[in-house]
């Protein structure tokens, strides 16, 4: 259990020692029923300056996830094409441009445009898709989130996007605190920095939520 638990992308910066202090937190992950996918801040500001290392093209793009944000495209086009094909509801996120509070303390790089915060064109909204607005770094504050999420009577939520320490984080640990069972796509979350994206999926996928493959998320849809 521990190898097929802890395969994940981690398992090169996480110490025997550390496992051994989480091996309490180990159990069977799943795709939990009557599932909604959550793509979390999949707007264009992160994408900006194309697939080159983060620091990079900070200077020009500071809210960029470079590389980070460009490798996760394919994996999660796979994902939005199965949670399509299954019919399942697809919700978003993204920030506000006319608001002075903001989801974290960043002192630069916020979009100052309606067009920074429309969602990518891969992952264009379509009819039906619920777009939410939000402020916080949490899909849950301050937000309409939970009762479309009764309307629609999701229990459980597939969540992508970014950033992996920030709302992504934010939002699952308060899905997991609303009663909701999270899984979370690896290979469809990112963040400006790889070690903070591999600290936080390890500590999320033992408290929070559940990690798995985006293989793994289709054969469930499917």
């Known amino acids: 259990m521990t190898i097929d638990f802890e395969d994940h ?63 996760a ?24 441009t006319t608001s002075d509070v903001v989801a974290t303390n960043r002192q630069a790089g916020l979009g100052d445009s309606d067009e920074d915060y429309e969602i990518f064109e891969d992952f264009a909204p379509q009819d039906g898709d619920i777009l939410i607005v939000k402020e916080r770094a949490s899909a849950f504050y301050g937000t309409p989130i939970l009762p479309e999420l009764n309307r629609l009577g999701v ?18 640990v308060d899905a997991y605190s609303a009663g909701y069972h999270v899984c979370i796509a690896e290979e469809c979350v ?13 500590d999320l996928h033992h408290k929070y939520a559940d990690v798995l493959g985006v293989d793994e998320i289709l054969a469930h849809l499917k």
């Open 9 to 71: 992308c981690w398992r090169d910066i996480v110490s025997d020692e550390i496992l051994k202090v989480y091996e309490p937190y180990q159990r069977e992950v799943f795709v939990g029923d009557r599932p909604a996918l959550l793509a979390i801040d999949l707007y264009n500001l992160v994408y900006k300056g194309g697939a080159e290392e983060p620091h990079e093209i900070m200077a020009e793009n500071p809210s960029t996830c470079g590389r980070f944000a460009w490798e």
């Open 73 to 96: 495209i394919e994996p999660t086009k796979r994902l939005f094409a199965a949670a399509r094909s299954a019919g399942i509801p697809v919700l978003y996120t993204t920030a506000p």
């Open 155 to 172: 229990s459980s939520l597939i969540v992508c996007g970014e950033s992996t320490s920030g709302c992504v984080r934010a939002s699952a």
């Open 190 to 202: 990112f963040d400006r920095s790889l070690l903070s994206h591999k600290v936080n999926l390890f």
